[in-house]
């Protein structure tokens, strides 16, 4: 495993058992996070990715099962495979909060309203850092400091409920990088803010991405903060990775029908659009009994009958560093015949 990748995932599935059938929420995710770059998971609701992001921490409901390895590499130490742990194993909880934090998709509930917003932020430097209540409440009043929280001192003793959207939101920040992970998963961190507070909380971890050198996973459905914050970019549909680059190469040259999609439905600024803005038909169908061909087949304008709506298309190099899964491209026609061959 290369010492600059922090985080691998290689083939991870998580299913869910059901009344209806077996939901693949994440069918065979493949990607690898960079030391110090942020890494962009985007996709319509319900392609997966906050599924993805909860399986790295093995936080996935007891009717979900993991397959695939999840290896966290710690700097001096052999690779840790998350994903062959016990849920409820003290290897497990020593990497949550210590190694990976996330901040979750919504601030106004990722609060208990029964303690102080003090009491839940020294919960993980009492678990991770120190035992001293004194020294915790030191770092944690420096933690809400830096995430611009005004007079910490006086505010890490009041309620969530005395507190905005926003500065929850940094006080999230503050709780997920009290103990310097490596890695912050960041689902939809800004989804239920305004635009303004928004563009503060994006700035605000940048900042402190510099400051402690961490890697991050920015899930979003928005392109606009991907082209902010991101160095790479997987686009996901129906639980699995569709197409993964460069964020320039993503914007610029996409290769995917369904990446060309989200990109034209995006109003451009200073551009004249004649008629409705561009949408991409149709929803993402429901990941139960799924058959085979590629899940984006009925969507797509540039369905090939017989070819995408009957094999499964794998994923293949379409140029230096940017893998797509579209039978397009003679890269993937290519990897698939090599595929059925070798099933003969």
Not at 65 to 86: H, M, T, W
Request: charged letters at 25%; aromatic letters at 4%.
């Amino acid at each position: 495993m290369n010492d600059d990748v922090v985080l691998e995932l290689r083939d991870v599935k998580v299913h869910f058992s059901t009344d209806e059938g077996t939901v693949k929420a994440v069918d065979g995710v493949s990607f690898s996070m960079t030391r110090g770059k942020t890494m962009g998971l985007v996709g319509e609701s319900g392609c997966g990715k906050s599924v993805t992001s909860q399986a790295i921490l093995r936080l996935v409901p007891a009717n979900g099962k993991i397959s695939g390895a999840i290896l966290l590499n710690r700097d001096g130490q052999e690779p840790v495979d998350i994903g062959a742990l016990d849920n409820h194993s003290q290897d497990i909880r020593d990497i949550r909060g210590k190694d990976i934090s996330m901040i979750f998709q919504e601030p106004m509930t990722s609060f208990s309203p029964l303690y102080t917003m003090g009491n839940q932020l020294m919960e993980t430097i009492l678990l991770h850092q120190t035992p001293d209540k004194s020294a915790a409440r030191t770092q944690a009043v420096e933690m809400l400091r830096k995430v611009g929280i005004a007079d910490p001192a006086r505010r890490i003793d009041e309620y969530p409920h005395e507190f905005s959207g926003g500065m929850r939101q940094r006080v999230m920040i503050a709780m997920a990088l009290s103990c310097s992970p490596e890695i912050l998963i960041a689902d939809e961190p800004t989804t239920a803010l305004d635009v303004t507070i928004q563009a503060q909380v994006l700035e605000l971890m940048q900042e402190l991405q510099k400051d402690f050198g961490m890697s991050i996973l920015f899930i979003t459905h928005d392109l606009g903060v991907v082209a902010e914050m991101c160095d790479e970019v997987c686009v996901m549909y129906l639980g699995k990775i569709v197409e993964k680059a460069p964020v320039e190469e993503i914007f610029h040259n996409p290769r995917h029908p369904y990446t060309q999609g989200l990109l034209e439905s995006i109003p451009k600024i200073g551009h004249k659009t004649e008629g409705d803005l561009k949408s991409i038909e149709g929803v993402v169908p429901v990941p139960i009994n799924l058959k085979p061909g590629c899940g984006f087949c009925d969507r797509c304008e540039h369905k090939i009958e017989g070819l995408c709506d009957t094999y499964n298309v794998p994923t293949a190099e379409v140029a230096p560093g940017h893998w797509a899964r579209c039978f397009l491209y003679p890269e993937v026609v290519e990897a698939h015949n090599k595929a059925v061959g070798g099933e003969e």
